[in-house]
């Protein structure tokens, strides 16, 4: 089974504060993306990459940023924490190619921001 | 708790009910799509997915419709058991890129 997983289920910060979201998946998986969740927004996708050392912005990258140094390891990186940024954080991965688009994913961060 | 479907439409059924979920996507040129569930507190779930070449597609205890001249997508949960409870939402891809829906909650009673 794919398995992804990220660093924190809850985490509570203050404004301002820079905030690490850790997302690692075991299926060899080119594919990885962050997306927030809000209600009545749906899934809204923030960045994503291809390969390691790449990334590609999303709908909505403003205040954030990623890093992606090895192949299962896809990070969400928030410099200035704020308010606005409170939300449920998903992580996914998928394969390369056609028949392999399906997005497996982690269990969800829930960030506060206070 | 889990506020991520404060705002969405709601079905209602009774344990042992079929349901069926509906979903009206945007792009006409997408190829492939997703029925994600997702139970409170937890990240989204794969269901099933069906291609832009087939109408219908069975799992188990799941089915997938799709009707490229209107754009709509339903899934179809045969025999609904409490532990169906969650908010399910489809998703479209076009161009590589995964268009997710807002999602409608499912309420099974006993």
């Known amino acids: 089974d794919v398995k992804v997983t990220q660093s924190s289920r809850y985490l509570v910060k203050r404004t301002g504060e820079k905030v690490f979201l850790e997302c690692v998946q075991d299926?060899?998986?080119?594919?990885m993306f962050w997306y927030r969740q809000d209600p009545g927004l749906g899934l809204r996708l923030i960045y994503f990459?291809?390969?390691?050392?790449?990334?590609e912005k999303g709908d909505i990258p403003e205040g954030y940023s990623v890093s992606r140094e090895k192949k299962e390891r896809f990070s969400l990186i928030l410099e200035s924490a704020s308010t606005n940024q409170t939300s449920m954080y998903l992580c996914?991965?998928?394969?390369?190619?056609?028949?392999?688009?399906?997005?497996?994913f982690g269990p969800g961060t829930r960030l506060l921001v206070l | 708790g889990e506020s991520v479907g404060l705002h969405l439409p709601t079905l209602s059924v009774q344990e042992g009910d079929n349901s069926i979920i509906n979903c009206a996507y945007s792009n006409s040129a997408s190829d492939y799509f997703i029925w994600y569930k997702q139970e409170s507190g937890k990240g989204p779930q794969f269901i099933i997915d069906i291609r832009s070449n087939m109408d219908k597609r069975q799992g188990q205890r799941v089915t997938v419709l799709l009707n490229k001249t209107v754009k709509h997508l339903s899934l179809q949960i045969a025999a609904t058991q409490p532990g169906d409870s969650a908010v399910y939402f489809c998703?479209?891809?076009?161009?590589?890129?995964?268009?997710f829906g807002t999602g409608t909650r499912l309420l099974v009673s006993p």
């Open positions: 996914a991965s998928t394969g390369a190619g056609a028949g392999r688009e399906t997005q497996y």
């Open positions: 299926m060899d998986h080119e594919n």
């Open positions: 998703a479209e891809i076009g161009f590589q890129k995964l268009v």
């Open positions: 990459s291809y390969d390691v050392k790449m990334k």
